[in-house]
């Protein structure tokens, strides 16, 4: 079998802000085979998506290619002139973005973007390329193929632009497509219909393919083939089904068992509904913008939503990007106050704002925010952020502040010697530990975790999601566990609640996920890619409920 | 701006670096201050003597910079002259800046109508020509040393808390500002803890700016007449009086015009090339 | 759609007007809180109280000053600007000639400078970091950097005393051939375009070179786009809006700049105008002067932001 790519030895290197240099590729071989796809797996910084773009002979500002070969179809994209290799892309090499709504130009109407590869490459007639980007609208399932292509980007919905983008790789029948994490920013169920898409018009194309993600249940579903790689340089390599069933490396051992769910049941102390309520919830709405004659904001957010957590225990909030469930964790920290309805603490009714809460009760309910990067103050270093709660909630003086920011640290298992780092010199598993050993300077009773895991790459998730078990069982806190991702919140809590733009539609425990009662829940948990090659072929939604649910 | 020179040599020390255009207009910048603070002990002439009996003298060696329009010594006058040109900018910039960031940050933390209020009032006192208004105040209260620091201070507050207040309304939104709202912080410390350090390193490069805009306004009125006035002199000043001299290109009329240009070439120079911390983990 | 356009211009003509309203009533105090009595400085330190009394009678001096700020803006809206102290002729005849000549010298300005720093701006943007960006930019930090009166000087120095091409620091009225036109304008509308080509193509490089490092410009590349097509195509269009914005304000500052040039280069101008009122302390003339100052500033910035708002393609 002839490969159509063949990458050799390739090396890439970046230069820091200080002037040095740094490899990212390390000499890596790749092949894809005709009418092959090939999927790269990996975290952030392997180097994944630099590997997919010198296949364009492309490497972003700062980076360039320092040796190897790139051969695709026989021509050695590196040797190529500027010019050469523009004769190619988007021709014979086309590339689908991660974000295709940056992807996309707001000026400029969807349909001359999309034909604008047959405009620049005379690849065929103008007319013919708008029939033929209306035929691929049409296969790729997008409402209203005829007149989709004369509006404007921000007139779509994101997984519509996925697939748009998809029809814009597609239009000059290219040999090889690049799909750069093409699902990664949609919801679950969003994600099934642009993955089926995707999946229909590479068999009915015979295109070969690259596929970066970082996600292996979704790569599994697509994939040919996949290759693991690690620090830019490939840990292992080989039929999809075979790294699923038997990973040889380490690195994709961790992996995996990262993906897989490992729910084990508390036993509950004397049943859930025995135990003493430490948050109790009453009939929250909270909203948005100027009030309105009715008393309610221009936008609501959330609507009635009642939650119980016990003293201890753990309650999940799941639901797709909008449903408010991060606008009730505001509410219920008082950053965001409710208009109607009531939060009851450890017996007390809150003030509705932070600001009429009392200094204990604020300590005693503590938030963690999702993006580290943005909850730690940049200008202040591991100490000041872990000392000032100390300060403030404790009045604790110099010595005894210090022994305990050494004991924060001990607790969420970072070095003590990182006491002074400033957070820009953290990773991101670091910071989201200091970020949760600052809740906990507090000594809070109850901590909200407000998607807290999305941010990190599967491994460090994995590894913060056991750190919160283990401080559970030594401090008796109890959690407000609030994801996109299903497998965290089975992983951690005993309650579940599935919220639906701005309504709780169901409370499950994790043994009975596997058959919630509501429709949209049913449509969600089946949603989820498993690592199943077979799982997306096999799955079976009922349209009725998709089109009921899918707005998008 | 883009950095004017990026293969300069480069200086590492205490984790930062600089390159050599940025040295070199820091250079600039000290070796004015100096000059300011030291002006009059190290004058050759006292600047009211005539020492020279012809007028646009050449530059010799006994008056390096040549003489005046009335055979005074320009090296002592331009000397002195940096001190008024210097002291006066410095003086307004630091008014301008404190006030404007102060305000700025108050506006953005507290937001609503004191937000909206400030904002609507400073814009509209910006939407003045800058050398229209000091020459309204000009003529309406006269021109001396206080009254110019003053104007020029009130022309950049505008400009300076509009900045800030961009910047601390980006840092307001931020998480960490959210969790010491609700830890139960004073308005105080979100301003001292959390805001200010975030914000204060674009805040003085853009005060440098405003200073290098401060100097140009004041050396423009001075040219006209309306700035500082005799017996003391600055350096757009000292261009007005000799101005006569223009014709034979004497150097009393050009040497104060490059003093300017340098300090304020100077000043962008260093700003554009500030010197840039190293953030590499694996270095530090 | 077309509806958040029109509410989003409608605020930003309020805006503007609440603005204008701020800003007369700033020029007038600030002229109002003069200190020395207005009647006094008319009449001069001879005349006779009963004289003085019955001026401040005649001129409303004795109103309160919210009373005679509304009469005063009644009277700049009804075109009636009042009378000159210094030669007791009505402002807006001393005004309209003089304002004429200023635009005439801002339009020409603004007709050579507007296409010349745009051209210069997006090139420079696409050949970033070559060698003629690089010189461009250390120019326009030079010219920015030095104050008005010092290029015009220079220019001065320059055709007039060391080439002796045109007559130095004067300004001749009598203009019979496109010659002398030539020879009358070419210093002042040389030295104005210097000034503010160099804000405008700052401001226009930096516009496009934002966009040229948007995604979509990245996709535009690896569909295979020349660098053309890249920057007239992808990043102009979204740099528009900046762009007009770089102009307007960049044309605001002319006004800045036409004071010095004026007086500099003696232009008979209204700039030159307000800077001998100024001298003369001739009030009426000032706050005239001032109020056409900022109104003219107030309407390039209005209509930057207008032009903004309107160039928006996710408002279309």
């Given at each position: 079998?002839?490969?159509?790519?063949e990458?050799?030895?390739?090396?890439?290197?970046?230069?820091?802000?200080?002037?040095?240099?740094?490899?990212?590729?390390?000499?890596?071989?790749?092949?894809?085979?005709?009418?092959?796809?090939?999927a790269?797996i990996?975290?952030?910084g392997?180097?994944k998506t630099?590997?997919?773009m010198?296949?364009m002979?492309?490497?972003?500002?700062?980076?360039?290619?320092v040796?190897?070969?790139?051969a695709?179809?026989?021509?050695?994209?590196?040797?190529?002139?500027?010019?050469?290799?523009?004769?190619?892309?988007?021709?014979?090499?086309?590339?689908?973005?991660?974000?295709a709504a940056?992807?996309?130009?707001?000026?400029?109407?969807i349909?001359?973007?999309v034909i604008?590869?047959?405009r620049?490459h005379?690849?065929?007639?103008?007319?013919?390329?708008?029939?033929?980007a209306?035929?691929?609208?049409?296969?790729?399932?997008?409402?209203?193929?005829?007149?989709?292509?004369?509006?404007?980007?921000?007139?779509?919905?994101?997984g519509?632009?996925?697939r748009l983008a998809?029809?814009?790789a597609?239009?000059?029948?290219?040999?090889?497509?690049?799909f750069?994490?093409?699902?990664t920013a949609?919801?679950?169920?969003?994600?099934v219909?642009?993955?089926?898409?995707?999946?229909?018009?590479i068999?009915?194309?015979?295109?070969a393919?690259?596929?970066?993600?970082?996600?292996?249940?979704?790569?599994?579903?697509?994939?040919?083939?996949?290759v693991?790689?690690?620090?830019?340089e490939?840990?292992?390599s080989?039929?999809?089904?075979?790294?699923?069933?038997?990973?040889?490396h380490p690195?994709t051992?961790?992996?995996?068992?990262?993906?897989?769910p490992?729910?084990?049941p508390?036993?509950?102390?004397?049943?859930?509904?025995?135990?003493?309520?430490?948050l109790?919830?009453?009939?929250?709405?909270?909203?948005?913008?100027?009030?309105?004659?009715?008393?309610?904001?221009?936008?609501?957010a959330?609507?009635?939503?009642?939650?119980?957590?016990a003293?201890?225990?753990?309650?999940?909030?799941?639901?797709?990007?909008?449903?408010?469930?991060?606008?009730?964790?505001?509410?219920i920290?008082?950053i965001?106050?409710?208009?109607?309805?009531?939060?009851?603490?450890d017996?007390?009714?809150?003030?509705?704002?932070?600001?009429?809460?009392?200094?204990?009760?604020l300590?005693?309910?503590q938030?963690?925010?999702?993006?580290?990067?943005?909850?730690?103050?940049?200008?202040q270093?591991?100490e000041?952020?872990?000392?000032r709660?100390?300060?403030?909630?404790?009045?604790?003086?110099?010595?005894p502040?210090s022994?305990?920011?050494?004991?924060?640290?001990?607790?969420v298992?970072?070095?003590?010697?990182?006491?002074?780092?400033?957070?820009?010199?953290?990773s991101?598993?670091?910071?989201?530990?200091v970020?949760f050993?600052?809740?906990l300077a507090?000594?809070?009773?109850?901590?909200?975790?407000?998607?807290?895991?999305?941010?990190?790459?599967?491994?460090?998730?994995?590894?913060?999601i056991?750190l919160?078990?283990?401080?559970q069982?030594?401090l008796d806190?109890a959690?407000?566990?609030?994801?996109h991702?299903?497998?965290?919140?089975?992983a951690?809590?005993?309650?579940?609640?599935?919220?639906?733009?701005?309504?709780?539609?169901?409370?499950?425990?994790?043994?009975?996920?596997a058959?919630?009662?509501h429709?949209?829940?049913?449509?969600?948990?089946?949603?989820?890619?498993?690592?199943?090659?077979?799982?997306?072929?096999n799955l079976?939604?009922?349209?009725?409920?998709?089109?009921?649910?899918?707005?998008? | 701006?883009?950095?004017?020179?990026?293969?300069?040599?480069?200086?590492?020390?205490?984790?930062?670096?600089?390159n050599?255009?940025g040295?070199?207009?820091?250079?600039?910048?000290g070796f004015?201050?100096?000059?300011?603070?030291?002006?009059?002990?190290?004058?050759?002439?006292?600047?009211?003597?005539?020492?020279?009996?012809?007028?646009?003298?050449?530059?010799s060696?006994?008056?390096?910079?040549g003489?005046d329009y009335?055979?005074?010594?320009?090296?002592?006058?331009?000397?002195?002259?940096?001190r008024?040109?210097?002291?006066?900018?410095?003086?307004?910039?630091?008014?301008?800046g404190?006030?404007?960031?102060m305000?700025?940050?108050?506006?953005?933390?507290?937001?609503?109508v004191?937000?909206?209020?400030?904002?609507?009032?400073l814009?509209?006192?910006?939407?003045?020509?800058?050398?229209?208004?000091?020459l309204v105040?000009v003529a309406?209260?006269?021109?001396?040393?206080p009254v110019?620091?003053?104007?020029?201070?009130?022309?950049?507050?505008?400009?300076?808390?509009?900045?800030a207040?961009?910047?601390a309304?980006?840092?307001?939104?931020?998480?960490f500002?959210?969790?010491?709202?609700?830890?139960?912080?004073?308005?105080?410390?979100?301003i001292?803890?959390?805001?200010?350090?975030?914000?204060?390193?674009?805040?003085?490069?853009d005060?440098?700016?405003?200073?290098?805009?401060?100097?140009l306004?004041?050396?423009g009125?001075?040219?006209l007449?309306?700035?500082?006035?005799?017996?003391?002199a600055?350096?757009?000043?000292?261009v007005?009086e000799?101005?006569?001299?223009?014709?034979?290109?004497?150097?009393a009329?050009?040497?104060?015009?490059l003093?300017?240009?340098?300090?304020?070439?100077?000043?962008?120079?260093?700003?554009d090339n500030?010197p840039?911390?190293?953030?590499?983990?694996?270095?530090? | 759609?077309?509806?958040r356009?029109v509410?989003?211009v409608?605020?930003?003509?309020a805006?503007?007007?609440?603005?204008a309203i701020?800003?007369?009533f700033?020029?007038?105090?600030?002229t109002?809180?003069?200190?020395?009595?207005?009647?006094?400085?008319?009449?001069?330190?001879?005349a006779?109280?009963?004289?003085v009394?019955g001026?401040?009678?005649?001129?409303?001096?004795?109103?309160?000053?919210?009373f005679?700020?509304?009469?005063?803006?009644?009277?700049?809206?009804?075109?009636?600007?009042?009378?000159?102290?210094?030669?007791?002729?009505?402002?807006?005849?001393?005004?309209s000639?003089?304002?004429?000549?200023?635009?005439?010298?801002?339009g020409?300005?603004?007709?050579?400078?507007?296409?010349?720093?745009?051209t210069?701006?997006?090139?420079?943007?696409?050949?970033?970091n070559?060698l003629y960006d690089?010189?461009?930019?250390?120019?326009?930090?030079?010219v920015v950097?030095v104050p008005e009166?010092?290029?015009?000087?220079?220019a001065?120095?320059?055709?007039?005393?060391y080439?002796n091409?045109?007559?130095?620091?004067?300004?001749?009225?009598?203009?019979r051939?496109?010659?002398?036109?030539?020879?009358?304008?070419?210093?002042?509308?040389?030295t104005?375009t210097v000034v503010?080509?160099?804000?405008?193509?700052?401001?226009?490089?930096?516009?496009?070179?934002?966009?040229l490092n948007?995604?979509y410009?990245?996709?535009?590349?690896?569909?295979?786009?020349?660098r053309?097509?890249?920057v007239f195509?992808?990043?102009?269009?979204?740099?528009?809006?900046?762009?007009?914005?770089a102009?307007?304000?960049?044309?605001?500052?002319?006004?800045?700049?036409?004071?010095?040039?004026e007086?500099?280069?003696?232009?008979?101008?209204?700039a030159?105008?307000?800077v001998d009122?100024?001298?003369?302390r001739?009030?009426?003339l000032?706050?005239?002067?001032?109020?056409?100052?900022c109104?003219g500033y107030?309407f390039?910035?209005?209509?930057?932001?207008?032009?903004?708002?309107?160039?928006?393609?996710?408002?279309?």
């Amino acid at each position: 079998m002839t490969s159509l790519v063949e990458i050799r030895e390739l090396r890439v290197e970046a230069t820091t802000d200080s002037g040095r240099t740094i490899a990212i590729i390390k000499g890596v071989d790749l092949d894809i085979a005709e009418g092959e796809i090939v999927a790269l797996i990996g975290e952030s910084g392997s180097g994944k998506t630099t590997i997919a773009m010198t296949l364009m002979g492309y490497a972003r500002a700062g980076c360039r290619i320092v040796g190897g070969t790139v051969a695709v179809d026989g021509v050695d994209m590196v040797a190529l002139s500027e010019k050469d290799r523009a004769a190619v892309r988007g021709a014979k090499i086309a590339y689908v973005p991660q974000s295709a709504a940056a992807a996309f130009n707001p000026a400029i109407r969807i349909m001359d973007q999309v034909i604008e590869v047959v405009r620049i490459h005379g690849v065929m007639p103008l007319e013919e390329a708008r029939a033929k980007a209306v035929a691929l609208f049409r296969a790729l399932s997008l409402p209203n193929p005829e007149m989709i292509g004369d509006r404007y980007p921000h007139q779509v919905s994101g997984g519509q632009l996925q697939r748009l983008a998809a029809a814009m790789a597609l239009i000059a029948n290219p040999k090889l497509l690049i799909f750069d994490e093409p699902t990664t920013a949609l919801d679950v169920t969003t994600q099934v219909e642009v993955l089926r898409a995707f999946k229909s018009v590479i068999s009915a194309h015979r295109i070969a393919g690259i596929y970066v993600s970082h996600d292996l249940a979704v790569v599994a579903q697509i994939a040919d083939r996949i290759v693991v790689l690690r620090n830019g340089e490939v840990q292992e390599s080989g039929a999809t089904r075979d790294i699923l069933a038997r990973a040889q490396h380490p690195y994709t051992q961790q992996l995996l068992a990262a993906v897989t769910p490992h729910h084990a049941p508390r036993p509950a102390v004397s049943g859930p509904t025995a135990a003493e309520a430490l948050l109790e919830v009453h009939e929250v709405s909270v909203g948005y913008g100027p009030l309105r004659s009715d008393g309610q904001p221009a936008i609501v957010a959330v609507e009635n939503v009642s939650l119980r957590v016990a003293r201890g225990r753990n309650l999940g909030i799941i639901g797709e990007s909008g449903c408010g469930k991060s606008t009730l964790a505001r509410a219920i920290a008082g950053i965001l106050p409710p208009f109607a309805g009531g939060v009851v603490f450890d017996g007390r009714e809150l003030g509705r704002s932070a600001r009429s809460r009392s200094a204990d009760q604020l300590r005693q309910l503590q938030i963690v925010f999702q993006h580290a990067d943005t909850a730690l103050n940049p200008a202040q270093t591991v100490e000041d952020i872990l000392g000032r709660p100390l300060t403030f909630y404790h009045g604790m003086a110099r010595k005894p502040r210090s022994a305990r920011i050494d004991q924060l640290l001990d607790m969420v298992k970072l070095p003590r010697s990182l006491r002074l780092r400033r957070p820009a010199e953290l990773s991101g598993g670091q910071k989201q530990r200091v970020n949760f050993a600052r809740a906990l300077a507090a000594d809070p009773k109850l901590i909200v975790c407000d998607e807290i895991t999305s941010a990190l790459d599967t491994v460090v998730a994995a590894a913060i999601i056991d750190l919160l078990k283990e401080l559970q069982r030594e401090l008796d806190l109890a959690y407000v566990f609030i994801s996109h991702d299903l497998s965290v919140v089975e992983a951690i809590c005993d309650d579940i609640v599935v919220m639906y733009r701005g309504r709780k539609i169901e409370q499950i425990t994790p043994e009975a996920m596997a058959r919630p009662e509501h429709p949209y829940t049913q449509l969600l948990l089946s949603s989820v890619p498993k690592l199943d090659p077979t799982w997306l072929d096999n799955l079976r939604q009922d349209p009725e409920q998709v089109r009921a649910y899918c707005q998008r | 701006m883009t950095s004017v020179a990026k293969s300069a040599p480069r200086h590492q020390r205490f984790g930062y670096r600089i390159n050599a255009v940025g040295v070199a207009g820091a250079l600039v910048v000290g070796f004015w201050i100096v000059v300011a603070l030291a002006a009059p002990a190290i004058v050759p002439h006292p600047i009211g003597d005539i020492v020279d009996t012809d007028y646009f003298g050449p530059i010799s060696r006994e008056l390096w910079l040549g003489s005046d329009y009335l055979g005074r010594d320009m090296t002592s006058r331009i000397l002195m002259g940096a001190r008024y040109t210097l002291g006066i900018s410095i003086a307004s910039v630091i008014i301008a800046g404190v006030s404007g960031v102060m305000l700025g940050m108050i506006a953005a933390i507290t937001g609503g109508v004191v937000d909206m209020v400030l904002s609507r009032f400073l814009d509209a006192l910006n939407s003045i020509p800058s050398k229209l208004f000091s020459l309204v105040v000009v003529a309406a209260v006269g021109s001396s040393i206080p009254v110019l620091i003053v104007t020029m201070a009130v022309i950049y507050i505008p400009g300076a808390f509009r900045f800030a207040r961009a910047l601390a309304v980006n840092i307001n939104t931020m998480d960490f500002v959210v969790v010491a709202r609700i830890r139960g912080e004073s308005l105080f410390y979100l301003i001292r803890a959390e805001i200010l350090p975030n914000i204060i390193g674009p805040v003085l490069v853009d005060l440098g700016l405003r200073f290098v805009f401060i100097v140009l306004l004041l050396s423009g009125l001075s040219f006209l007449g309306l700035g500082v006035k005799p017996p003391y002199a600055d350096w757009g000043a000292l261009v007005r009086e000799n101005i006569g001299g223009l014709p034979y290109a004497a150097p009393a009329v050009i040497v104060p015009s490059l003093a300017i240009a340098s300090l304020t070439i100077a000043v962008n120079l260093l700003i554009d090339n500030l010197p840039t911390k190293i953030r590499d983990r694996e270095n530090s | 759609m077309k509806h958040r356009i029109v509410s989003l211009v409608l605020a930003r003509l309020a805006i503007a007007l609440v603005t204008a309203i701020i800003v007369s009533f700033a020029v007038f105090f600030a002229t109002a809180m003069l200190p020395g009595d207005t009647a006094t400085i008319l009449l001069g330190q001879a005349a006779t109280p009963e004289a003085v009394e019955g001026l401040r009678k005649a001129m409303h001096l004795d109103d309160p000053a919210i009373f005679r700020f509304l009469r005063w803006l009644a009277g700049v809206v009804h075109g009636d600007l009042g009378v000159s102290y210094a030669n007791n002729m009505p402002v807006a005849k001393l005004i309209s000639g003089r304002l004429v000549n200023t635009l005439k010298l801002a339009g020409l300005t603004a007709v050579i400078s507007v296409p010349l720093a745009l051209t210069l701006g997006i090139t420079a943007a696409m050949l970033r970091n070559t060698l003629y960006d690089r010189c461009l930019t250390i120019a326009i930090i030079g010219v920015v950097s030095v104050p008005e009166f010092m290029i015009a000087t220079l220019a001065v120095l320059l055709f007039a005393v060391y080439l002796n091409w045109l007559p130095a620091v004067s300004f001749t009225s009598e203009i019979r051939t496109v010659y002398d036109f030539a020879r009358a304008y070419a210093m002042p509308v040389v030295t104005l375009t210097v000034v503010i080509s160099a804000q405008m193509i700052r401001m226009s490089r930096a516009a496009v070179v934002e966009t040229l490092n948007t995604p979509y410009v990245e996709m535009a590349l690896l569909k295979g786009a020349s660098r053309g097509r890249l920057v007239f195509h992808h990043a102009l269009p979204n740099a528009l809006g900046p762009i007009v914005n770089a102009v307007a304000l960049s044309l605001s500052y002319l006004l800045g700049g036409v004071i010095i040039v004026e007086t500099v280069f003696n232009y008979p101008g209204i700039a030159k105008l307000m800077v001998d009122a100024v001298s003369t302390r001739d009030l009426p003339l000032i706050q005239s002067c001032a109020i056409i100052f900022c109104f003219g500033y107030l309407f390039l910035t209005t209509t930057a932001d207008i032009i903004a708002i309107l160039s928006n393609p996710r408002l279309r």
